[in-house]
DNA sequence: CGGCCCCGCGTTTTT
DNA sequence: CGCGGGGCCG
């Protein structure tokens, strides 16, 4: 076994699997089983004797860092779970909490979302009298954003001459202002935005250095996935980390740095070796998941690009088909021909419907594609921009468990205030507010305050009405202590009023789904409890607190996959990074689409762009398919434009051409190489055969280990009446079980389910069956 | 206070 | 075209 261990890597792969002490840049290019070495680097640590707990490693998404945790384990089994693993987010919230004191923080801090980061800052923008189109809530963020990831400080931020002078001509002169305020009212609210989680590390570090060395003694070795994508702040906490035992790993591919817009870095990975100036560099120039004319159609495309490692990819693999291009002349049509080859693909070679992905550079794209879909009977997904945690009725209840936890959140705090209506309107909520801000006050202290300090804006009704939402805040704060995060959440829902008021509209389409997604919402917390439970590491409830510190820094990107309900995967390019599909279809690639109009003017956005086209062609294993339109509907109008000169950087010999392009039927493509051509593809559509269900699902998933499946299980559920004592139930996830008794509103039962042991349920939401015999 | 309508606006989005 | 926010009216 022993020996074993490293059979099946190659050189490059072992190497950096070995190279356990010191710095280390492992540039990874794309299926380059970058993840493969990152678990067996971890796992060999562990057999060097390093413990679980000395090691951090650090990813962007939690679904990478599950895929790895579940990877170690299978190598070396339970002691995974001590590691430090997931995401930079994850990790130091979690660190934050214990060292929340020295930072002035309380530890059962709200963690806002960037909606609720938006409304902060449109409330402020409000408050100043600041006209709201020129500080749009968006641009002020992501001026905040740049200044946290760089450390900046609202002081710090209104002295820096540069900045000033930048606000300036942008017209935006009070933005330093905003921060500041911005600040102040989120750590009143004790609640800390996704750029705190990064940006109260390295204060820590900084005014804490016994903390920091700490943390240096504590983890040892420090891995870094993604490496590419590190914004300053993530780069310095790594540093600093780093600095006692130099023991720091980073793995990424700078061919595939996509998120400067959100702060990434590339020069983080660029400048590593000057960084760590005894760092080993590791390339791993192998691609095992795709052909050779897929990885050298790749090549080419980067080539084009001036800031980049020097490395050359290469496949193993077969020579493969070449590139298709399909030439159409609306966005409709585009859909349709894409759709139809599909179907080809899925009724000649019958490759499952799984193995297929769609790639577009907008959201708005696919709407044109879903329908060409629909119509032909192909199943598809799409990863949807709207996750189901935002969701309004979802964030809704999370607003309520929020301030069951901290009513000090005041963007929880305005969200429910007055849902379900209870006549506490806009006025009144501004006269409370400007006695908060009058007084530097929370709006829950504001309210608590009220019998004793009623401002004079604020009529006796509207106290009162407060102070009832107070008592309910109240109520439900004391009784979560007792109860674990689902039964306090099933509580709330019920004692907020929230449930009723969904059910109520739940008599069409839309409400009902409301009214679905909130008990999703509910069924996946009591999975969490569950699960939590049986690993056994909390030994009592997992409470409300524990629940929320989760599931803030949780997108359902996270959840499940669609390759195990067999459809075609639609999303954005961005979203694709780190998947592959057998069959691959980029759409789009036009000229102010693909590249973006917003990069045409500036080199490093349009090599950004380059990249991202990158990513696009290397999630390909077997057969890409690429498309444009010579014009599509914009905006509710039809424009036109020029196929993307991004196809012009692909190397001829490598394309096929559509046949219709190479006719010359298509003008204004004189970019594009003509090339050999083979039989028409583009046949038109038929009605197609309607075996297939064409189930599309979209949106709105469940979240993961949710009970999603419960509601489409066999036989009825039973109802509290057809229940009794003693008798036999199945239940979709603990199986068997036996009634023991149901309580007297009817709401729960108590069912034995052996040895998933016992367990309380809500009615509602279990579906129980009976036991056929 | 709350509902309805109209106007403005519109990349990408791991957390 | 489709959404969200603000304004206006009942």
Same mark, same amino acid.
């Given at each position: 076994m022993e020996d074993d261990f490293l059979e099946g890597l190659n050189p490059a792969q072992r190497e950096a699997v070995l190279a356990t002490e010191g710095p280390c840049l492992v540039v990874a290019g794309a299926g380059s089983g970058k993840t493969r070495v990152l678990t067996y680097r971890i796992a060999q640590l562990m057999r060097q004797g390093v413990k679980p707990w000395q090691i951090m490693a650090l990813t962007f998404t939690n679904k990478a860092?599950?895929?790895?945790?579940?990877?170690?384990?299978?190598?070396?089994?339970?002691?995974?779970?001590?590691?430090?693993?997931?995401?930079?987010?994850?990790?130091?919230?979690?660190?934050?909490?214990?060292?929340?004191?020295?930072?002035?923080?309380?530890?059962?801090?709200?963690?806002?979302?960037?909606?609720?980061?938006?409304?902060?800052?449109?409330?402020?923008?409000?408050?100043?009298?600041?006209?709201?189109?020129?500080?749009?809530?968006?641009?002020?963020?992501?001026r905040i954003s740049m200044a946290k990831?760089?450390?900046?400080?609202?002081?710090?931020?209104?002295?820096?001459?540069?900045?000033?002078k930048e606000d300036m001509d942008r017209k935006q002169s009070e933005i330093y202002n905003i921060y500041s305020?911005?600040?102040?009212?989120?750590?009143?609210?004790?609640?800390?935005?996704?750029?705190?989680?990064?940006?109260?590390?390295?204060?820590?570090?900084?005014?804490?250095?016994?903390?920091?060395?700490h943390y240096q003694q504590k983890f040892r070795y420090i891995l870094v996935d993604e490496f590419q994508d590190t914004n300053h702040a993530q780069y310095r906490i790594v540093r600093q980390l780093s600095d006692a035992h130099h023991n720091v790993c980073a793995v990424g591919d700078d061919a595939q740095s996509i998120y400067s817009f959100r702060g990434a870095e590339i020069q983080n990975i660029l400048n590593f070796k000057k960084d760590y100036k005894e760092c080993k560099i590791i390339k791993l120039e192998r691609n095992y998941r795709s052909t050779k004319t897929i990885v050298n159609a790749a090549n080419s495309v980067i080539a084009k690009n001036e800031k980049q490692i020097k490395k050359v990819a290469f496949s193993e693999g077969d020579d493969g088909e070449r590139i298709k291009l399909i030439a159409a002349y609306t966005d409709h049509e585009e859909a349709f021909r894409v759709a139809s080859s599909i179907h080809d693909l899925s009724r000649r070679e019958h490759c499952k419907f799984a193995d297929?992905?769609?790639?577009?550079?907008?959201?708005?794209?696919?709407?044109?594609?879903?329908e060409a879909l629909r119509k032909s009977n192909i199943?598809?997904?799409?990863?949807?921009?709207?996750?189901?945690?935002?969701?309004?009725?979802?964030?809704?209840?999370?607003?309520?468990?929020?301030?069951?936890?901290?009513?000090?959140?005041?963007?929880?705090?305005?969200?429910?205030?007055?849902?379900?209506?209870?006549?506490?309107?806009?006025?009144?909520?501004?006269?409370?507010?400007?006695?908060?801000n009058a007084a530097s006050q929370t709006l829950w202290h504001t309210i608590e305050d009220l019998p004793v300090n009623p401002p004079t804006t604020l009529k006796s009704p509207a106290i009162k009405k407060m102070l009832e939402f107070a008592e309910l805040i109240r109520a439900q704060q004391r009784e979560t202590l007792k109860l674990d995060a689902y039964e306090a959440a099933y509580k709330i829902a019920l004692a907020s009023g929230m449930l009723?008021?969904?059910?109520?509209?739940?008599n069409n389409n839309e409400g009902l789904t409301r009214l679905q997604n909130v008990e999703e919402l509910l069924n996946s917390i009591k999975a969490y409890v569950d699960q939590r439970r049986s690993e056994g590491d909390i030994d009592d409830t997992v409470g409300l607190t524990e629940y929320l510190s989760n599931v803030a820094l949780i997108t359902d990107m996270d959840s499940d996959d669609p390759k195990k309900s067999d459809c075609v995967s639609m999303m954005t390019v961005h979203s694709s990074k780190g998947l592959e599909f057998d069959y691959v279809y980029i759409v789009g690639l036009e000229e102010n689409l693909f590249p973006?109009?917003?990069?045409?003017?500036?080199?490093?956005?349009?090599?950004?762009?380059?990249?991202?086209?990158?990513?696009?062609?290397?999630?390909?294993?077997?057969?890409?398919?690429?498309?444009?339109?010579?014009?599509r509907m914009q905006w509710g109008e039809m424009r036109s434009n020029q196929p993307s000169r991004f196809l012009k950087d692909i190397d001829p010999q490598y394309i096929e051409m559509d046949a219709r392009m190479a006719d010359g039927l298509h003008r204004g493509n004189q970019q594009v190489h @003509? %090339? #050999?051509?083979? *039989?028409?593809?583009?046949?038109?559509?038929?009605? &197609?055969?309607? =075996? +297939?269900?064409?189930?599309?699902?979209?949106?709105?998933?469940?979240?993961?280990?949710?009970?999603? @499946? %419960? #509601?489409?299980? *066999?036989?009825?559920?039973?109802?509290?009446?057809? &229940?009794?004592? =003693? +008798?036999?139930?199945?239940?979709?996830?603990?199986?068997?079980?036996?009634?023991?008794?149901?309580?007297?509103?009817?709401?729960? *039962?108590?069912?034995?389910?052996?040895?998933?042991?016992?367990?309380?349920?809500?009615?509602?939401?279990?579906?129980?069956?009976?036991?056929?015999?």
């Amino acid at each position: 076994m022993e020996d074993d261990f490293l059979e099946g890597l190659n050189p490059a792969q072992r190497e950096a699997v070995l190279a356990t002490e010191g710095p280390c840049l492992v540039v990874a290019g794309a299926g380059s089983g970058k993840t493969r070495v990152l678990t067996y680097r971890i796992a060999q640590l562990m057999r060097q004797g390093v413990k679980p707990w000395q090691i951090m490693a650090l990813t962007f998404t939690n679904k990478a860092a599950k895929e790895m945790r579940e990877r170690i384990a299978n190598v070396v089994g339970d002691s995974a779970r001590s590691l430090w693993m997931g995401t930079f987010h994850s990790m130091f919230a979690k660190i934050l909490r214990q060292e929340a004191e020295l930072l002035g923080l309380n530890n059962n801090f709200s963690i806002y979302d960037t909606t609720d980061s938006q409304t902060l800052v449109r409330q402020i923008v409000k408050e100043l009298g600041l006209d709201p189109k020129v500080y749009k809530e968006n641009n002020v963020l992501s001026r905040i954003s740049m200044a946290k990831n760089n450390l900046v400080s609202p002081a710090a931020y209104a002295n820096d001459p540069a900045l000033v002078k930048e606000d300036m001509d942008r017209k935006q002169s009070e933005i330093y202002n905003i921060y500041s305020i911005y600040s102040a009212r989120c750590r009143q609210a004790s609640a800390l935005d996704f750029d705190d989680l990064l940006l109260y590390p390295n204060i820590l570090f900084r005014d804490h250095p016994e903390r920091l060395q700490h943390y240096q003694q504590k983890f040892r070795y420090i891995l870094v996935d993604e490496f590419q994508d590190t914004n300053h702040a993530q780069y310095r906490i790594v540093r600093q980390l780093s600095d006692a035992h130099h023991n720091v790993c980073a793995v990424g591919d700078d061919a595939q740095s996509i998120y400067s817009f959100r702060g990434a870095e590339i020069q983080n990975i660029l400048n590593f070796k000057k960084d760590y100036k005894e760092c080993k560099i590791i390339k791993l120039e192998r691609n095992y998941r795709s052909t050779k004319t897929i990885v050298n159609a790749a090549n080419s495309v980067i080539a084009k690009n001036e800031k980049q490692i020097k490395k050359v990819a290469f496949s193993e693999g077969d020579d493969g088909e070449r590139i298709k291009l399909i030439a159409a002349y609306t966005d409709h049509e585009e859909a349709f021909r894409v759709a139809s080859s599909i179907h080809d693909l899925s009724r000649r070679e019958h490759c499952k419907f799984a193995d297929i992905a769609i790639l577009y550079r907008t959201n708005a794209q696919s709407r044109a594609l879903e329908e060409a879909l629909r119509k032909s009977n192909i199943p598809y997904y799409i990863y949807s921009g709207l996750s189901f945690y935002q969701r309004k009725e979802v964030k809704d209840l999370l607003a309520y468990l929020r301030l069951a936890v901290n009513p000090n959140d005041d963007e929880a705090l305005r969200r429910v205030i007055n849902y379900p209506a209870r006549g506490i309107g806009d006025t009144s909520l501004q006269h409370l507010q400007e006695a908060a801000n009058a007084a530097s006050q929370t709006l829950w202290h504001t309210i608590e305050d009220l019998p004793v300090n009623p401002p004079t804006t604020l009529k006796s009704p509207a106290i009162k009405k407060m102070l009832e939402f107070a008592e309910l805040i109240r109520a439900q704060q004391r009784e979560t202590l007792k109860l674990d995060a689902y039964e306090a959440a099933y509580k709330i829902a019920l004692a907020s009023g929230m449930l009723a008021e969904l059910r109520s509209e739940s008599n069409n389409n839309e409400g009902l789904t409301r009214l679905q997604n909130v008990e999703e919402l509910l069924n996946s917390i009591k999975a969490y409890v569950d699960q939590r439970r049986s690993e056994g590491d909390i030994d009592d409830t997992v409470g409300l607190t524990e629940y929320l510190s989760n599931v803030a820094l949780i997108t359902d990107m996270d959840s499940d996959d669609p390759k195990k309900s067999d459809c075609v995967s639609m999303m954005t390019v961005h979203s694709s990074k780190g998947l592959e599909f057998d069959y691959v279809y980029i759409v789009g690639l036009e000229e102010n689409l693909f590249p973006s109009p917003r990069s045409l003017t500036d080199t490093s956005a349009l090599e950004e762009e380059r990249r991202l086209f990158y990513v696009a062609v290397t999630r390909a294993a077997r057969r890409l398919t690429i498309s444009f339109a010579q014009s599509r509907m914009q905006w509710g109008e039809m424009r036109s434009n020029q196929p993307s000169r991004f196809l012009k950087d692909i190397d001829p010999q490598y394309i096929e051409m559509d046949a219709r392009m190479a006719d010359g039927l298509h003008r204004g493509n004189q970019q594009v190489h @003509s %090339a #050999r051509h083979q *039989a028409p593809s583009g046949r038109p559509l038929r009605s &197609l055969s309607s =075996n +297939m269900r064409g189930a599309s699902q979209q949106g709105n998933r469940p979240p993961a280990n949710s009970y999603s @499946s %419960a #509601r489409y299980a *066999a036989g009825p559920a039973l109802t509290a009446k057809q &229940l009794h004592a =003693n +008798m036999a139930v199945l239940h979709d996830r603990f199986g068997q079980g036996r009634v023991l008794s149901v309580s007297d509103d009817g709401q729960m *039962a108590q069912v034995d389910f052996g040895s998933a042991g016992i367990k309380n349920l809500v009615l509602k939401f279990a579906n129980l069956r009976a036991a056929g015999q």
